[in-house]
C-alpha cells in the first residue's frame, strides 16, 4: 500500500500523485489541509522519514515567518504545536511505501519508494523528464543518474 500525504495546489505534489497511479499504484491519498495532522501521525512520519519538525518546515507559501517560526532558537516542539494549528506549515508530499517514508522534493524522489515506474519516456507536469524511453531515471541536477 502506498498512502501520499497529498497538496492538490502543489505542482510537486501532483506531480508525485501522478506518477504513483501512472505506474499502477492506487494510492491512499490524505489531503492533509482538510483533514490536518495530529501529533503522533506528524512524529511517527517525521520519525519514519529522518525528519525533524524544523526540517519538514515549508518555509515559503506558508505562515511560517509571519509565526516566527524560521528565527534561530526556535524548538522543535513550538515548531510541531504550529504545524498541528496550521497543517500548511508541513512540507509536502509525504509518501509512505513498503520501501519506507519520505518528503519527495523533488518530485522524482518517489521512485525511490516504488517497486515499478511508469512506463518511460515519462515527464513531471513541465515537461521534464524523469524517466527516459529506456525506463531508466533521467539525469537531474539532484540526482546524476
Known amino acids: 500500500m502506498i498512502v501520499i500525504h497529498h497538496n492538490p495546489a502543489c505542482a510537486t505534489s501532483r506531480n508525485v500523485l501522478r506518477t504513483i497511479e501512472a505506474a499502477g499504484y492506487t494510492p491512499v491519498v490524505i489531503d492533509y489541509l482538510e ?34 517560526l524560521l528565527e534561530p532558537g526556535i524548538s522543535d516542539a513550538r515548531i510541531l504545536e504550529a504545524m498541528l494549528e496550521h497543517p500548511v506549515l508541513v512540507n509536502r508530499p509525504i509518501v509512505c511505501s513498503q520501501k519506507g517514508v519520505r518528503l519527495c522534493r523533488p518530485s522524482e524522489t518517489v521512485l525511490d519508494l516504488l517497486e515499478r515506474w511508469p512506463q518511460g519516456p515519462f515527464a ?22
Open 35 to 68: 483533514q490536518g495532522w495530529t501529533r503522533p501521525q506528524l512524529l511517527a512520519l517525521f520519525a519514519a522519514a529522518g525528519l525533524t519538525p524544523r526540517s519538514a518546515l515549508r518555509e515559503t507559501k506558508s505562515p511560517a515567518a509571519e509565526l516566527g
Open 124 to 145: 513531471k507536469e513541465d515537461g521534464e523528464i524523469i524517466i527516459d524511453a529506456a525506463g531508466q531515471r533521467a539525469a537531474t541536477p539532484s540526482h546524476p543518474g
